[in-house]
């Protein structure tokens, strides 16, 4: 039986007479046979016989796919990808955990499936591998699918943002600059991100979000969490459509970015020593209050507004080979690795992380998902944990990815302001930062080199110039 024979397979529900032969195959198979529930399971059957089965078992607050099993003599013939597939349509979650056995090999369909080794799990996943492991003696493994990925945006639906945005923001030039393009050998442009009314690229996300949203949600309002710009976003975005605004920061955010939200009509609420305490704090009070969460990275809507950028660039610049963009969670990143090589197929996609967050070029290279220590001042890039959206799409589709030092872009931003006379936050010099690491590679070709943000405090501008002089 092949994968596309799949349609002709009738998954049946588990009856309460079923549960003793499925647990004598689960035990057999050192698979987990905790709470077994009739509910759980779904089966295939061969006239009475159970040939395959699979369960969604419920914890308190999340769910997990697992105790997949097929029957020995009817291995070889997909059915152990057919009823993972099912399970995953059936999920009551975006995200689908699998803890598996790593010692026994995981099965190829995983991975052609999209699943991605993850050391970021639920609680209630980290104690279930940790009673597993103490009483199977096993080398349990968590894995990871989004089903967000499968809702990132098409070229239709950007084209759709980019005419809702062009009502509310002003299009971003992208400038050939001489000294630049002297200096690294090729013709550089700069996307000048810098000059949206928030001082950063991320407007596009919260604009074109705010306007999908309908009236129940508007009614009931959003909640972020964001080391500034993300925040700036979607308050920008829900000022212009009349929405409540929460939005959680670190304690020591940016002041700047701090009273721009405030300005916006924002609520603010200092939670926590960095961004990923503020984000759990949003997440369960976007619980709570029933509010909407708006993550920085998993909202369609959001990837949608960002991606226009791409569709700027190429309508720009038709033959550009190469873009370099900075990743902090990577929405922007996304819209490039889709927009553009959907555009122009041969463009190079380079993304900038920060040596002091490097939680996505970790995941990217070693293709599993991990957190890292947040030790940058560039508050943009300041992100320690990565996200299975992001990752993915690097994964598949982006070029290269490499680290500057907050020194390599402190460096950039004085370039920046000499040679372009642009003011540049630390984050938004990196990609400029990653095209002086990359000369060589770079010489001869049309590049296109974002300027993500611009929200540097004066006191911090100063420094770095000091530093320079």
């Known amino acids: 039986m092949s994968i596309e024979a799949a349609s002709e397979v009738e998954f049946a529900p588990a009856g309460l007479e079923d549960l003793q032969f499925i647990r004598a195959q689960l035990e057999g198979e050192r698979l987990d046979t905790e709470r077994l529930e009739p509910e759980q399971f779904i089966t295939i ?85 940790k009673r597993v492991c103490e009483t199977l003696k096993r080398d349990a493994v968590g894995m990871v699918y989004d089903r967000r990925i499968e809702r990132l945006p098409t070229i239709a639906e950007t084209y759709r943002a ?79 459509f009349g929405i409540r605004c929460v ?36 997440e369960e009070t976007g619980r709570r209050e029933e509010m909407r969460y708006i ?52 463009v190079q996609v380079i993304g900038v992380q920060a040596e002091g967050a490097p939680a996505v070029y ?6 599993e998902l991990q957190t890292s220590e947040i030790e940058t001042t560039a508050e943009g890039l300041a992100t320690g944990q990565a996200y299975y959206t992001a990752v993915k799409t690097f994964i598949d589709r982006m070029d290269d990815m490499l680290l500057v030092s907050d020194e390599e872009m402190r460096q950039a931003v004085v370039l920046l302001l000499r040679a372009a006379h642009v003011v540049a936050e630390e984050s938004g010099a990196a990609a400029t930062a990653a095209a002086m690491k990359l000369r060589e590679h770079l010489a001869g070709k049309e590049v296109a080199i974002v300027v993500s943000g611009g929200n540097m ?7 770095v110039l000091r530093d320079a002089s």
């Open 295 to 346: 993550h920085h990275i998993n909202a369609p809507e959001l990837l949608a507004g960002v991606s226009t950028i791409s569709l700027e660039i190429i309508e720009d610049l038709p033959d550009v080979d190469v873009i370099i963009t900075p990743i902090g969670g990577g929405s922007a990143a996304i819209g490039h690795c889709l927009m553009a090589k959907a555009l122009r197929s041969n």
């Open 362 to 367: 970790h995941s990217w290279r070693e293709h």
């Open 45 to 129: 059957r061969e006239g009475e016989r159970i040939i395959a089965c699979g369960r969604i078992k419920a914890y308190e607050t999340t769910y997990e796919l697992g105790s997949i099993w097929v029957a020995e003599d009817r291995r070889g013939r997909g059915l152990g990808e057919m009823i993972t597939r099912e399970l995953v349509r059936r999920f009551p979650q975006d995200e689908v955990y699998i803890t598996t056995d790593a010692a026994v090999g995981l099965p190829a369909y995983y991975e052609r499936m999209g699943f991605l080794r993850t050391r970021i799990l639920p609680a209630e996943l980290v104690a279930k591998i």
């Open 457 to 463: 405090t004066l006191d911090s501008l100063g420094r």
């Open 162 to 240: 980019k005419h809702v945005l062009e009502n509310y923001l002003p299009r971003t030039p992208l400038r050939h600059n001489p000294t630049l393009s002297r200096e690294l050998s090729c013709a550089a442009y700069l996307k000048l991100e810098n000059l949206q009314p928030i001082g950063a690229f991320k407007v596009r996300g919260g604009v074109y979000l705010a306007s999908t949203l309908n009236d129940e949600e508007r009614r009931r309002g959003i909640i972020g969490a964001s080391t500034g710009n993300h925040g700036q976003s979607l308050a920008y975005g829900a000022n212009l």
């Open 247 to 282: 939005i959680a920061m670190p304690e020591e955010a940016n002041p700047m970015k701090v009273e721009s939200m405030r300005a916006l009509g924002a609520e603010l609420q200092f939670q926590g020593e960095n961004f990923e305490e503020a984000r759990l704090w949003a």
